[in-house]
């Protein structure tokens, strides 16, 4: 019944919501002020909660005429997705690597006071009664995803870029797949993947059908398939506060979560951005006996919150090689807590380097890689509405593709 209610709502408000139009707002740096401007007016009027409603209507929309176009249809018993369900099993998220699941099985811990196990154990319970699809059916159930290529580029950084224990077994498998010649460092530490190689990896693994890593794999694998398994909401990473204030907010209104804050996304992507230090320092240790690099491994770490857009690019790695050996986590902590209040007020100029540093990262991969990458990421695009092709990856002429001084991959 609570269900109804919700949708009720929304086909209302959509209804109400016909003759305003719908936003659309192409995700790109443009360098010309007033274009950017209007740009920022047109996100204003987009992102109100009646016109976010509308957004999700539209996105579902589309995607079930891309399910059909694609060949998949509902399948009324599927209840075998990544599902994490809420104690009071009106809650079911699917998780989706690398589309702020971290964060979001944060918000759930908060607002249920039940930690990831105890999400994975609710839909697991659910799975076991007879009725477990219409338990599934009743609850409020959404996904997050996000643009394709940034999100196998943000796999790439918080992965196998910055210092992390992954580089032990994922890197060093990866490597296997895609290099000849491996250096003994190389292959027990897996330390040194270039983003060439992940997409190596990605683009022959999909192609003979070989199973993925889930950082890597479609959006729309089974594990989390919106035309098998019917969703009510698909939030775009790229629009997550908007789109959580409407989610969360609504349940809160029929009592279905407990009291959601709307700076909630705000201040999680805030307790998330310091997350990967403490990578930093369970892999150093890692390390030794081999000849990787100990300052490189601490450049890479800074160079993470550049490429992030999180520190300017003007602003040096702050520590001398000699000081290394002895620098603890809060001493890097306080350096970079400290670049990146400096670096805050600059927005737009972080911006451009995240773009920056995607364009460097893909101005690697060969036109013939780039083709058939396209291919891999074509479902996720046409499903979840993103351009297949985008005009600053694939154009060579593109302002994007030139060549910046700066390396955003030093390290390596």
């Not at 010309?32 to 109100?48: G, I, L």
């Not at 895609?178 to 003994?184: A, D, P, V």
């Not at 491994?297 to 003007?314: D, E, K, M, P, S």
Request: glycine share 4%.
């Amino acid at each position: 019944m609570r269900r109804r209610k919700i949708i009720l709502f929304f086909i209302i408000i959509f209804g109400l919501q016909l003759f305003s139009g719908i936003c659309y707002i192409e995700d790109v740096h443009d360098s010309n002020p007033t274009r950017e401007r209007a740009r920022k007016n047109q996100e204003e009027k987009c992102f109100s909660p009646n016109n976010m409603i509308v957004n999700n209507t539209k996105r579902l929309d589309s995607l079930y005429k891309a399910c059909g176009k694609l060949g998949y249809s509902e399948d009324v018993n599927a209840t075998n997705i990544r599902a994490h369900m809420s104690p009071n099993l009106k809650l079911l998220y699917c998780r989706v690597n690398k589309c702020a699941s971290t964060m979001t099985l944060e918000l759930l811990k908060q607002l249920f006071s039940c930690d990831t196990e105890c999400l994975i154990k609710n839909a697991e319970r659910v799975r076991l009664h007879k009725n477990a699809r219409q338990v599934m059916d009743d609850a409020f159930s959404f996904m997050i995803v996000r643009e394709p290529y940034g999100r196998l580029f943000s796999t790439y950084c918080n992965i196998f870029y910055f210092p992390k224990e992954d580089w032990l077994y994922r890197g060093t498998q990866l490597i296997k797949l895609t290099r000849l010649n491996i250096s003994n460092d190389s292959l027990i530490y897996g330390y040194d993947l270039t983003f060439s190689e992940l997409v190596k990896y990605t683009v022959d693994t999909f192609e003979i059908g070989n199973r993925l890593d889930e950082h890597v794999r479609p959006m729309h694998h089974k594990s989390c398939n919106p035309c098998v398994f019917k969703f009510n909401y698909i939030a775009h990473l790229e629009t997550l506060q908007n789109d959580f204030d409407i989610i969360f907010s609504n349940l809160y209104k029929e009592e279905l979560v407990g009291m959601y804050q709307n700076d909630t996304v705000l201040s999680l992507k805030n307790w998330t951005t310091l997350g990967p230090i403490k990578h930093l320092f369970r892999t150093i240790p890692l390390l030794k006996g081999s000849n990787i690099s100990l300052y490189n491994v601490y450049l890479r770490a800074w160079c993470y919150y550049q490429i992030t857009g999180h520190v300017l690019n003007a602003i040096n790695f702050p520590f001398y090689e000699r000081d290394l050996f002895e620098i603890k986590k809060e001493d890097f902590i306080t350096e970079l807590t400290k670049a990146m209040k400096l670096s805050a007020i600059h927005k737009d100029r972080l911006k451009l380097q995240r773009a920056e540093a995607m364009a460097q990262a893909y101005s690697t991969i060969s036109d013939e890689y780039m083709e058939r990458l396209s291919n891999v990421v074509l479902g996720d695009c046409l499903l979840f509405g993103y351009e297949n092709k985008p005009a600053h990856l694939f154009d060579k002429t593109s302002c994007l593709q030139k060549k910046t001084e700066f390396d955003y991959f030093k390290g390596l």
